[in-house]
């Protein structure tokens, strides 16, 4: 693998420039320029950092239901009444063991998600040995969504060796009010200057079609780059029951792979994620989003079910992309057969939703 793509694959934090002015991250939304176009000039640096590699994560939900916030897009929010399931904080133990049994099915990195406003001290001490033994004893890179936190949380989280952390923009400053009440973007940018000072990784992304405007997906694309994200989901909206958008937008597919090749050029260098809703709003053009973003989610969202893995291997090799894996040095290499081919699919670890 050349050494830039090595080099990329081990940065904590973005810092090629962007390679579009916010005028023409702007144009690229709109119909001016061919779809085909974006798609090209966006294929360029998708490639030259990331090769012809896609990432698969999976999700692992140790806490849901019981939220006191009112995000508009979530199932879990308080009021909601989407009949999820809840359940409190899995207990250590059990967070280990399905740390174990991903990596006994070859994944590379545990991404743990808790829903609520953010970790009490004493959730942070149990999540902090538990994130310690994971990274110890089983070599695993460890990713958490826990909210809202300080920057005394965040240092503990890192001594324990929180190796990303997870929290989304979800949309700009101006358009946050009306997706939640509850906390403010301010609290969301607090949340990741205290992690990017700990120095943990950034992952942290946006959802779109919640009735924001193209301006304001360039500003959460440029505010992303500013802040240094390496890694940057972009969700397209689901209609969960018991949603609370007023607006929801109308995604096309075609805006979509426009919306997902935006963020690209503004953040060259980013992991750039085909994240929830991509099975219903890219539809049949979920292929094409391959060549400027470089890793999707597999196997189901936080609160909705989504395309199998085995589905998802197979579109990426028709694509003529290839599933990538991270070694235990955190660079990322292929491996034949992959943790995702189909002799090893039997054995796969499978996302719950206990
Ligand atoms: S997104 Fe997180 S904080 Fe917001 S309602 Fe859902 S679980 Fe609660």
Not at 8 to 32: G, M, N, R, T
Not at 39 to 63: C, M, W
Not at 103 to 124: D, I, L, N, Q, W
Not at 173 to 197: F, P, V, W
Request: aromatic residues 6%; charged residues 20%.
């Amino acid at each position: 693998m050349p050494e830039s793509k090595i080099e990329s694959s081990q940065k904590k934090q973005s810092s090629e420039p962007s390679l579009v002015s916010p005028s023409e991250a702007l144009s690229i939304l709109d119909s001016s320029q061919s779809l085909m176009n974006v798609v090209q000039t966006a294929s360029i640096p998708r490639e030259k950092y990331f090769g012809k590699k896609v990432r698969i994560h999976i999700l692992d939900n140790i806490k849901n239901g019981h939220c006191p916030e009112d995000c508009g897009y979530c199932a879990q929010r308080k009021n909601g009444n989407s009949g999820i399931q809840e359940y409190s904080l899995k207990t250590s133990e059990e967070i280990f063991q399905e740390a174990l049994k991903a990596k006994e099915s070859g994944a590379y990195r545990f991404c743990m998600v808790t829903a609520g406003t953010g970790p009490s001290e004493k959730s942070v001490q149990s999540l902090s040995s538990t994130i310690k033994r994971i990274s110890e004893e089983l070599g695993l890179k460890v990713c958490l969504s826990a909210g809202l936190l300080n920057s005394e949380k965040a240092i503990l989280l890192k001594e324990a060796g929180l190796d990303r952390y997870n929290h989304n923009l979800n949309t700009s400053e101006s358009h946050y009010g009306e997706i939640c009440t509850t906390h403010t973007y301010k609290d969301r940018i607090q949340t990741l200057s205290a992690m990017n000072n700990a120095g943990v990784g950034l992952c942290s992304g946006a959802i779109v079609g919640m009735g924001e405007s193209n301006e304001d997906l360039v500003e959460i694309a440029f505010k992303l780059k500013e802040l240094k994200v390496i890694s940057i989901p972009i969700n397209f909206f689901i209609q969960v029951s018991g949603h609370a958008i007023k607006n929801p937008g109308n995604l096309t597919p075609e805006f979509c792979i426009r919306i997902l090749s935006m963020f690209r050029l503004v953040n060259p260098d980013s992991e750039i994620r085909v994240a929830a809703g991509r099975e219903g709003h890219l539809r049949s053009l979920q292929s094409l989003s391959l060549f400027v973003a470089n890793s999707l989610f597999a196997s189901g969202y936080l609160n909705v079910k989504g395309s199998d893995i085995q589905q998802t291997v197979q579109m990426i090799d028709d694509s003529g992309f290839e599933v990538e894996w991270e070694g235990s040095e955190g660079n990322f290499i292929s491996v034949e057969p992959h943790p995702y081919s189909s002799e090893n699919i039997k054995n796969l670890y499978k996302f719950k939703k206990q």
